[in-house]
């Protein structure tokens, strides 16, 4: 079997991320005064990091060309997709529907990542949390959450 | 037909439903916002007059802190609120500065809410580094005119009272100095104590004990007239340029449309509060008082804004800074 | 003797039955909150601003000391046992604390910390009591090149923090020194790489990169594992370190505490350097370096001592100049302010009793640290036996609920979660978070100093080496690039010598 011609895809994708993430930045930099020493726009110093940026991402990109190492392992799309959607959900609930809604909708969600998940320990897990929650975060530390939010009337 | 009467009807039951409302009002906790971070000057205002607004409403006032894009961020929350009365905006000079200050606001400063009383006005000192040559206020406009933009000004980043100072300043002396911004005026009164930077304008809140300790000189108040605790400061008015008056001023409001019984009974409480005997001494200590009665009344704030916006808008257009 | 005098006035004021009870609940306070995740002590300390209305000066900020220490210790405990920082100071004691706890030895590293910030609280106060004024006039010396070139050397150091590539470390150091520019410029007022949105114009808050990077990141790795084994070991090992355990940390303890206590003094970026440098230097002088990041006591120890007797030290300016170092110390102020104190220069002699009464509050109320904390170690520890996967849904609501009450708003839940995608990325390719979060917290600051440096300096350059402090600073940072770039040097020069033969 010949040598792939990426043969460290961390590096190589590494590489690629800090390319993009610099090639960004200078490309919505290009809207603001870049200014002079003396007188730095808000252009200047992103600018000149993110050139710094882009280059390293090349050092690295072409390292992954050149050494080879294992690739990276057991990527979860199910962990990933679950825990990002259910902290979404959380957001999206919490001010309208209030965190009797919100709380127990994230933990359902995202213990439904594990592949331990089990209806009834969760469900248990849920309602305390949320009356942990309310207690002490909405009446002892009186922070400024609905418990019941304002889409189910008062 | 049919539909005129059904909007009639709706009509008869929202306005019921309001009177209702204003009739029991407040029945539930009053939320005050306050566009910006917990513990800041503008914080330990409302904390002070929401607790004693609180007692003469009979209801829980909580504070609610939403800071953000100086203020306009909380702001914007507020003039999109349900407007019963239940939320409400403190909010400081900004509210006037940044009408013209950004030019994209998602809301109208002027017309997106019901104003509902002034509170306190807090006065600003010109203060500089201890070794500073000019004696007084006059020299100072002097040596800054002949040395331009070698003097160095501090102020807390675009849009802050102490920009809106600097900017009015050298608008009336007629001289651009070289400006420093920091990120609140903590760090610049720590710049002007070691000397780095030259000058700085700044509420006497934090100004009054450098002064007294003998660390930092003092050249003039922003205010008409002298303030009780550093008596011995002239007015920029008395001292040289004549009608400068700068001050950070607060004002309760809530969201455009809230029934006019709501926004009274609300101006009630804030007079009351603004009598109460332990917000006044607090003031005090904050090197302020409360407005008078007859200036915390929705009229008077309406009217004050007004006149703030129309101030502020040709000095900040003239120096060409804006926030977005 | 005049320290004699003064310490006991602050002894009479500190020990009466009332402020001590409220310095115990302060404390109490303060490590709960600091437990939960994201609630911070800059929110909990303005919550409670108004009740300290109605006591004595003293008292209130006794109570608001407390409550700001207390949650620096109460943040080290989460770094250790879930791997989430809550303050800039705890995110070195998650490398090594949270490897500890896979490995069992969450006790150990509990009570190290504990140990650590206790002696180095000893010690700060003891500076705090003897130097405050001379040191606080060495602080005002700083202006901004100084500083500038203060940052060039901690970002230098932190290199080190990796374990991993150098190369990927310093890229990560780059990225968050960007990320950390989002938000509206401090000089021109424009808003940068905000995508017009009004929610990012004041910056991304910190806790929600680390809330994001470490803590969901680690959740959604720790859900690979298909198997079902845990990510804790069930076995525990010993709760309090052994005399061997307390000889391997007694050095890094002195060196951090030495460090924390120099730099706490510098107000702006100071008190959060110094855990990041403890860590950097020990991880170069212990014999133990490979050791760092896979559990190293050392790495709990030295920037454990560090952040707090830089959290102690850094009440030096506020007490002596009224200049707040960071938002708690600008409550503090505002507490101040409330009870009809102005601070300032003034306050050493014109209320002895409120200043050597802080001082040795803070003392007592390490100690009351220690007390409340050793024996809750236990219970801390058995929290990781519960199984994982019931375990991190609870982590998250925290996260949630934290980084919600920031600001109120769902933006910055949603900003968590982009970032949680980031942190879990960056783990798969083997970029670490650390150096990243560094980056993050110094990029505004740096690029702060620097341009005010070129505007004051007048667009010369020079004014980096012309300033003496600023030049020593730099041929520190020169040296540091040297060490850590030697070995690779050396390396190279081996092949090259190779060839030649």
């Known amino acids: 079997m010949a040598a792939p011609i990426i043969r460290n895809p961390k590096d190589f994708l590494s590489g690629l991320m800090f390319i993009a993430f610099g090639a960004a930045f200078i490309y919505i930099a290009q809207d603001y005064t870049f200014g002079s020493p003396r ?15 882009v280059l390293i991402g090349l050092v690295v990109a072409v390292r992954g060309l050149l050494v080879t190492e294992d690739p990276p392992r057991g990527f979860t799309w199910r962990g990933l997709l679950l825990v990002i959607v259910s902290t979404l959900l959380f957001g999206a609930l919490v001010r309208g529907a209030g965190l009797v809604v919100a709380t127990p909708v994230l933990v359902c969600i995202s213990a439904f990542a594990s592949h331990l998940f089990k209806w009834k320990i969760t469900a248990i897990i849920a309602i305390g949390l949320t009356a942990f929650c309310v207690i002490v975060f909405v009446y002892a530390l009186g922070l400024p959450m609905p418990v019941i939010g304002p889409w189910f009337g008062r | 037909m049919i539909k005129t009467l059904s909007l009639m009807a709706g009509g008869l039951m929202l306005l019921t439903g309001v009177a209702v409302q204003a009739q029991d009002f407040p029945n539930k906790p009053v939320t005050i916002v306050v566009p910006f971070a917990a513990g800041g000057p503008t914080d330990t205002v409302a904390r002070l007059i929401g607790q004693s607004m609180g007692n003469a409403l009979k209801q829980q006032v909580i504070i609610e802190n939403v800071g953000g894009a100086g203020g306009t961020l909380g702001a914007g929350r507020v003039a999109r609120a349900t407007n019963d009365g239940y939320t409400l905006l403190l909010h400081h000079i900004g509210q006037a500065t940044s009408a013209t200050l950004y030019r994209k606001l998602p809301y109208d400063a002027l017309n997106d809410f019901a104003p509902v009383g002034l509170v306190t006005d807090v006065p600003m000192t010109m203060v500089a580094k201890k070794d500073l040559p000019p004696k007084d206020f006059k020299e100072l406009i002097a040596y800054v005119q002949q040395n331009k ?78 303030v009780p605790s550093l008596p ?40 009351a509060a603004l009598k109460d005997p332990t917000v006044v001494q607090r003031f005090a200590e904050l090197g302020t008082e409360p407005v008078a009665a007859n200036r915390a009344t929705p009229e008077a704030l309406g009217t004050h804004l007004k006149a703030e916006i129309v101030k502020w808008a040709p000095v900040i257009k003239a120096a060409g800074e804006y926030a977005d | 003797m005049e320290l004699l005098a003064n310490l006991a006035i602050g002894i009479e004021a500190a020990f009466t039955p009332l402020n001590l009870l409220y310095c115990l609940g302060g404390v109490f306070v303060g490590t709960l909150i600091g437990v939960l995740p994201g609630l911070g002590p800059t929110a909990t300390i303005a919550m409670l601003l108004p009740i300290t209305f109605g006591l004595p000066p003293v008292s209130a900020l006794i109570m608001l000391a407390g409550i700001y220490y207390g949650a620096q210790y109460g943040g080290s405990t989460t770094a250790i046992l879930i791997n989430l920082p809550g303050e800039s100071s705890s995110v070195v004691t998650a490398l090594d604390g949270y490897q500890m706890a896979r490995q069992g030895k969450a006790g150990l590293a509990l009570s190290t910390a504990a140990l650590g910030s206790f002696f180095a609280g000893t010690v700060a106060t003891l500076l705090l009591a003897l130097f405050a004024p001379p040191l606080a006039e060495i602080a005002l010396k700083f202006g901004p090149a100084e500083y500038f070139s203060l940052m060039v050397l901690g970002l230098v150091a932190s290199v080190v923090l990796a374990h991993g590539s150098l190369i990927k470390a310093i890229a990560m150091i780059l990225l968050g020194l960007l990320l950390g520019l989002v938000g509206t410029d401090v000089t021109s007022g424009t808003p940068r790489f905000t995508f017009d949105l009004p929610e990012l114009a004041d910056g991304i808050n910190f806790v929600i990169v680390a809330m994001g990077m470490f803590g969901l990141g680690e959740i959604i790795r720790n859900l690979e594992h298909t198997e079902t084994r845990d990510v804790f070991t069930r076995k525990i090992s010993g709760l309090l370190p052994t005399w061997k355990d307390i000889k391997q940390i007694t050095a890094p303890v002195l060196r951090g505490t030495a460090l924390g ?13 110094s855990s990041f440098a403890a860590y950097s230097l020990e991880k170069k002088i212990s014999k133990n370096g490979k050791k760092f990041g896979k559990g190293a006591i050392e790495g709990v120890a030295a920037p454990e001592s560090a952040n707090n007797a830089g959290a102690q030290t850094s009440f030096i300016p506020m007490l002596t100049l009224g200049i707040p170092s960071n938002p708690v110390m600008a409550l503090m102020i505002g507490a101040l302010i409330i009870q009809g104190i102005q601070p300032g220069p003034q306050v050493m002699t014109e209320q002895p009793a409120l200043f050597w009464g802080i001082i040795v509050s803070m003392w007592v109320g390490n100690f009351f640290l220690v007390v409340l904390n050793l024996p809750m170690i236990g219970l801390w520890v058995r929290m990781l036996t519960v199984p994982y996967h019931l375990l991190y849904p609870a982590i998250l609501v925290f996260c949630s609920i934290g980084v919600f009450s920031l600001n109120n708003s769902n933006f910055d839940v949603y900003l968590m979660a982009l970032f949680g995608i980031l942190g ?78």
């Open chain 2, 149 to 226: 933009d070698k003097v160095s000004y501090g102020n807390a980043g675009i849009g802050a009272a102490s920009h809106l100072c600097g900017l009015m300043f050298m608008s009336a002396i007629k001289t651009q100095m070289t400006t420093v911004a920091y990120k609140g005026t903590g760090p610049a009164m720590n710049d002007l104590l070691g000397g780095q930077i030259d000058l700085m304008c700044d509420q006497t809140t934090n100004t009054t004990g450098q002064i007294k300790g003998g660390k930092i000189k003092a050249y003039a108040v922003t205010t008409k007239t002298r």
């Open chain 1, 39 to 53: 007188r730095m726009g808000p252009a200047f110093f992103p600018v000149v990091l993110a050139i710094i940026l």
């Open chain 3, 424 to 501: 879990y990325v960056c783990s798969k390719l083997d970029c670490e978070p650390a150096p990243l979060l560094l980056g993050f917290i110094l990029g505004p600051m740096m690029e702060e100093y620097l341009r005010r440096a070129m505007v004051l300096s007048r667009g010369n350059a020079m004014v980096f080496v012309e300033r003496p402090i600023s030049a020593v600073m730099l041929a520190l940072a020169v040296l540091a690039l040297i060490v850590v770039f030697s070995p690779a040097i050396r390396k190279k020069r081996e092949e090259a010598f190779q060839e030649e033969e």
């Open chain 2, 232 to 271: 011995d400061l002239p007015t920029m008015d008395e001292a040289g340029i004549k009608g400068f008056e700068v001050a950070i001023w607060h004002g309760l409001y809530a969201p455009k449309g809230t029934p006019k019984p709501v926004v009274d009974k609300l101006a009630a409480a804030l007079q």
């Open chain 3, 261 to 273: 206590s120099a730099l706490g003094i510098l107000p702006g970026g100071g008190a959060m350097l």
